[in-house]
């Protein structure tokens, strides 16, 4: 019996009539697809009561269901992982092929903006010893908090650090991810924006932009000396 081309000229009874031809004649027909059976619906003729038997069957399909979706999403977290890891790594090795700060920064913005999307990118540095003595003016007395904490965030920024930062650009930016470089003598905010409120959301993941503070800190410590 061949199911495949099915006659459509037959009515809908000729042709349950023949699956169920092929499911007698076919027993194993369900060992061989187990997740076509996992997805019937089969009622158990009990009145109004339920059978314990399809209770335990709908809280196990419930159950499968759930870890179905929940493996989705880590099949696609570990396959954007991948990505950001693969990114990463070439912006590295474009990174190793520079020498100067210049070079460092126009690297980033090529970079982040083909490869990560990113609508602007902005590095500001600042001489490690002088940010106490200067927290009075603005770079220092905008970061110095950020600064010492050393560690990623991303968000909305106010005002003041969008304009600092963005210059003509901060109108547009929606949310942005900062990123702290500590290179000897110098530190400093790399500043990566989006006009996207929602691309750096502050539930945003950091460990990423912690690697890339570090590649990017220890390429500036090799540079040479920027004219601050």
């Known amino acids: ?30 060992d061989r697809q187990p ?12 009145g109004d009561a339920i059978s314990l038997i399809e209770r335990q069957v709908r809280t196990l399909r419930a159950q499968s269901n759930k870890y179905r979706r929940q493996l989705e999403e880590l099949v696609t977290v570990a396959r954007e992982n991948d990505g950001l890891s693969k990114r990463l790594h070439r912006l590295t090795l474009a990174l190793i092929e520079t020498h100067s700060f210049d070079e460092v920064l126009n690297t980033l913005q090529d970079e982040l903006r083909e490869q990560f999307k990113a609508d602007a990118v902005e590095m500001k540095l600042f001489a490690s ?11 220092p007395a905008l970061f110095s908090d950020f600064l010492k904490r050393a560690r990623p965030n991303c968000g909305p920024l106010d005002k003041a650090k969008l304009e600092y930062l963005f210059g003509p650009q901060a109108g547009e930016t929606g949310s942005a991810a900062l990123i702290p470089l500590t290179a000897p003598p110098l530190a400093g905010v790399l500043a990566i924006g989006s006009r996207d409120p929602e691309r750096f959301h502050e539930g945003k993941s950091v460990d990423f932009l912690q690697r890339l503070a570090e590649v990017v800190s220890a390429k500036l410590q090799s540079a040479s000396s920027p004219g601050i």
């Open 1 to 30: 019996m061949n199911l495949i081309h099915d006659d459509l000229d037959q009515s809908a009874d000729e042709r349950e009539q023949r699956i169920a031809e092929y499911l007698i004649a076919h027993p194993d027909f369900f």
């Open 35 to 46: 997740d076509a059976l996992a997805a019937l619906d089969i009622p158990h003729p009990t």
């Open 129 to 139: 010893e002088q940010i106490e003595a200067h927290a009075h003016e603005a770079g």
